[in-house]
C-alpha cells in the first residue's frame, strides 16, 4: 500500500526547537540530532527559519554565519 506524505508546517515554537536541537547536535557531532532538527526545518518557511536563527542565536551563542554555515554542510 502507498502511503502519501502530507508536509505539515510546524508552528514557529517547533522550528525554534528544531533549530536549537539541530545545532546542539552539529556542536556535539550528534548526527541523529542534526537529522531530527532538519526534519522540521525542511516543512518551515523561510521566515520561520529566520526568526528562529534570531531565537537561537541567543540560546546557543551563535551567529547567524556560523548557523548558515551548519546548515551549509
Known amino acids: 500500500m502507498y502511503h502519501r506524505l ?3 508546517s510546524p508552528t514557529q515554537q517547533a522550528t525554534n526547537g528544531a533549530l536549537d536541537i539541530f ?6 557531532e550528534n548526527v541523529r540530532d542534526m537529522l531530527i532538527g532538519l526534519s522540521v526545518l525542511s516543512n518551515a518557511t523561510e521566515a ?3 526568526e528562529a536563527m534570531a531565537f537561537v542565536q541567543t540560546s546557543q551563542q ?3 554565519d556560523q548557523i548558515q554555515s551548519m546548515l551549509a554542510q
Open 62 to 64: 551563535v551567529t547567524p
Open 23 to 28: 545545532v546542539a547536535g552539529f556542536r556535539q
Open 6 to 8: 502530507h508536509p505539515i
Open 48 to 50: 520561520q527559519v529566520h
